[in-house]
Every structure is written in structure tokens, then in C-alpha cells.
């Protein structure tokens, strides 16, 4: 498998001839970006590689589809080149085209000739604090799994806060990469709330899957993610058992054997 991080929450994965791309987000910086209920946020970068330079894209998994920092104007003007769009049931309907929602533990599968079957699950994410998700709205992580995986799937996180529905996922499956959303979201109207994880929230959840890699993303720019790279290093450094061991940074723009 190989994994480019592009920038933010966007990501190109590669495996077995499949192109799959998660949130994309393809503006230039600079913009100011509003997330409702007074909620907003610039973009200070953009990404590392140009859309037009990104080729053929087989799948997008968009976490969901209403923050900009996660679909922003020009990751939507790709949707419909791709050959499907797995998102929440909402943002599907929103969207519809090519786009098919997912329920938290629903799942399907992406067939091509002479390519391996991936199947593709949905799992719980809760983009905030509890009983927020009339306000934040529905969000989904996604977990890869095809033939010839040694040691578990492959997780995307997505936008979400360490709570019981990723401890689920701890218990229902074996993840061997994991990409972390991390950033530990927070604006001023709400004050120190979060609406991503934290490193500190990583580290539990590593402690829990125990994967042979975790990826970290959606750390960098953006205004509103509060925790980057130094401080997400120093909550794992401390963690006992190990647990950082096995965090892995990957350089923004460069494909990368996982």
C-alpha cells in the first residue's frame, strides 16, 4: 500500500490498482471558512498536490460533507469525476450523483476486474462533545479490508473526539494502519471544548487497537486545529508501553510504502 498525504484531512491511498481519496480539499490558503453557530476558520496552507496533477481517482471517503476543512469548493468540483463517493447517509442525499451513504457499521464493497474486492465499513465517529451531533451533524470514519492483509485493516479515523463508539471499534476489529484525525479542534465561541482528538485521545485509542502503524492527519493547516506535530510528539512520548513506537509521520506530498 502506498499513502500520500496531501494536506489537512486528505489523503491518496493506493493499493492492489485502486485510487482512493479521503476529504478532499483542494482550495488555495487564505480563505476564511464559516462552520455555523459562529464557528469559522482560515486556511494558512494548501495543498501539496495540485488536483490537477492527481489523476484518476476510484473512490472518495468523505467523512462527511458540511465543513469546509473537510470538502472544501474545489474537493466538491471533483466529486462527480470519481467513480463513487462513500459518505453518511445525509451528506448523500445532499449530494447525490455518484455519492452513496454509509451508517455507522454499514458497509460496502468496491469491485474491479483484476483488482482486489475492498470492503469498505463504516465505523461510529461523534465529531464533538456529547450530544453534539445536532449541531456538528453526522460523520463517518472508514475501515478497509481485502484480501492478503496480514495484520488487520486499514481505519480512517475521520473527524471525531476519543469516545465509547471508537472503543467499538477497538472491540469489533483488528486495525493494522490507522490514519488518525487529529488537531484537537476548538474555536472561541466554545472555549476549550474539542471537536477532534487530541493527542492524548490518540494515545488511548492506540493503547486500545494496538496498530503497527498509526498515521497521523488533519493536524496542519487549517486556524482551528489547536494541536500540531511537537504536541501530539510529547503526549505519545510520555504514554507507557511503547504506544509511540508505532506512530509514524508521513512528509506532506510524497507517496510513501506503508
Given at each position: 500500500?502506498?499513502?500520500?498525504h496531501?494536506?489537512?484531512?486528505?489523503?491518496?491511498?493506493?493499493?492492489?490498482?485502486?485510487?482512493?481519496?479521503?476529504?478532499?480539499?483542494?482550495?488555495?490558503?487564505?480563505?476564511?471558512?464559516?462552520?455555523?453557530?459562529?464557528?469559522?476558520?482560515?486556511?494558512?496552507?494548501?495543498?501539496?498536490?495540485?488536483?490537477?496533477?492527481?489523476?484518476?481517482i476510484?473512490?472518495?471517503?468523505?467523512?462527511?460533507?458540511h465543513?469546509?476543512?473537510?470538502?472544501?469548493?474545489?474537493?466538491?468540483?471533483?466529486?462527480?469525476?470519481?467513480?463513487?463517493?462513500l459518505?453518511?447517509?445525509?451528506?448523500?442525499?445532499?449530494?447525490?450523483?455518484?455519492?452513496?451513504?454509509?451508517?455507522?457499521?454499514?458497509?460496502?464493497?468496491?469491485?474491479?476486474?483484476?483488482?482486489?474486492?475492498?470492503?469498505?465499513?463504516?465505523?461510529?465517529?461523534?465529531?464533538?462533545?456529547?450530544?453534539?451531533?445536532?449541531?456538528?451533524?453526522?460523520?463517518?470514519?472508514?475501515?478497509?479490508?481485502w484480501?492478503?492483509?496480514?495484520?488487520?485493516v486499514?481505519?480512517?479515523?475521520?473527524?471525531?473526539?476519543?469516545?465509547?463508539?471508537?472503543?467499538?471499534?477497538?472491540?469489533?476489529?483488528?486495525?493494522?494502519?490507522?490514519?488518525?484525525?487529529?488537531?484537537?479542534?476548538?474555536?472561541?465561541?466554545?472555549?476549550?471544548?474539542?471537536?477532534?482528538?487530541?493527542?492524548?485521545?490518540?494515545?488511548?485509542?492506540?493503547?486500545?487497537?494496538?496498530?503497527?502503524?498509526?498515521?497521523?492527519?488533519?493536524?496542519?493547516?487549517?486556524?482551528?486545529?489547536?494541536?500540531?506535530?511537537?504536541?501530539?510528539?510529547?503526549?505519545?512520548?510520555?504514554?507507557?508501553?511503547?504506544?509511540?513506537?508505532?506512530?509514524?509521520?508521513?512528509?506532506?506530498?510524497?507517496?510513501?510504502a506503508?
Open positions: 500500500m502506498r499513502l500520500t496531501i494536506g489537512g484531512p486528505t489523503a491518496l491511498i493506493e493499493v492492489g490498482g485502486w485510487r482512493l481519496l479521503t476529504d478532499p480539499t483542494f482550495d488555495p490558503p487564505g480563505r476564511r471558512y464559516g462552520f455555523g453557530w459562529g464557528a469559522a476558520s482560515h486556511k494558512i496552507a494548501g495543498p501539496t498536490v495540485r488536483l490537477s496533477k492527481l489523476g484518476r476510484d473512490a472518495v471517503l468523505l467523512s462527511h460533507d465543513h469546509g476543512d473537510n470538502l472544501d469548493d474545489a474537493g466538491r468540483a471533483m466529486l462527480p469525476s470519481a467513480g463513487v463517493v459518505t453518511t447517509v445525509p451528506g448523500a442525499k445532499r449530494l447525490g450523483g455518484n455519492a452513496l451513504g454509509l451508517a455507522p457499521w454499514g458497509a460496502t464493497r468496491l469491485e474491479k476486474p483484476n483488482r482486489p474486492t475492498i470492503e469498505v465499513t463504516a465505523t461510529p465517529c461523534r465529531h464533538g462533545p456529547p450530544m453534539s451531533r445536532l449541531i456538528t451533524g453526522d460523520v463517518v470514519g472508514f475501515a478497509l479490508s484480501d492478503g492483509q496480514q495484520d488487520g486499514l481505519w480512517v479515523t475521520g473527524d471525531t473526539v476519543m469516545y465509547d463508539g471508537l472503543r467499538q471499534v477497538a472491540d469489533r476489529l483488528k486495525v493494522d494502519t490507522a490514519l488518525l484525525h487529529l488537531g484537537g479542534v476548538r474555536f472561541p465561541v466554545t472555549g476549550p471544548v474539542r471537536y477532534s482528538m487530541t493527542g492524548r485521545g490518540a494515545v488511548e485509542l492506540c493503547r486500545l487497537l494496538r496498530p503497527r502503524t498509526a498515521i497521523p492527519v488533519h493536524y496542519e493547516g487549517w486556524s482551528h486545529f489547536r494541536q500540531g506535530r511537537d504536541a501530539v510528539d510529547g503526549q505519545f512520548a510520555e504514554a507507557p508501553g511503547g504506544i509511540g513506537q508505532n506512530l509514524r509521520w508521513v512528509p506532506l506530498g510524497v507517496p510513501v506503508v
